[in-house]
């Protein structure tokens, strides 16, 4: 599951909105909410990778997003 809470918040940071971040990452808006409203779970691996360097986001960060579930 993504963390959208801090996704969102890096988006702030950087001064990106939804549209652009979409637009980098070469898909629709619409698109782009609905992975949002869906927690994230429909991200491709791809998707993800863009949004790291579109948001220029550490390993760290990236890894508390986009792996915010503890998996034993």
Do not use: P
């Not at 969102?8 to 637009?23: F, P, Q, S």
């Amino acid at each position: 599951m993504v963390n959208i809470k801090k996704l969102r918040g890096k988006m702030v940071e950087c001064g990106v909105t939804v549209e652009e971040l979409a637009k980098t990452i070469g898909i629709d808006r619409a698109t782009f909410y609905r992975r949002l409203n869906s927690d994230g779970e429909e991200f491709s691996i791809k998707e993800a990778d863009s949004i790291v360097r579109a948001l220029k986001l550490g390993r760290r960060d990236a890894n508390d997003i986009f792996f915010s579930q503890f998996v034993a």
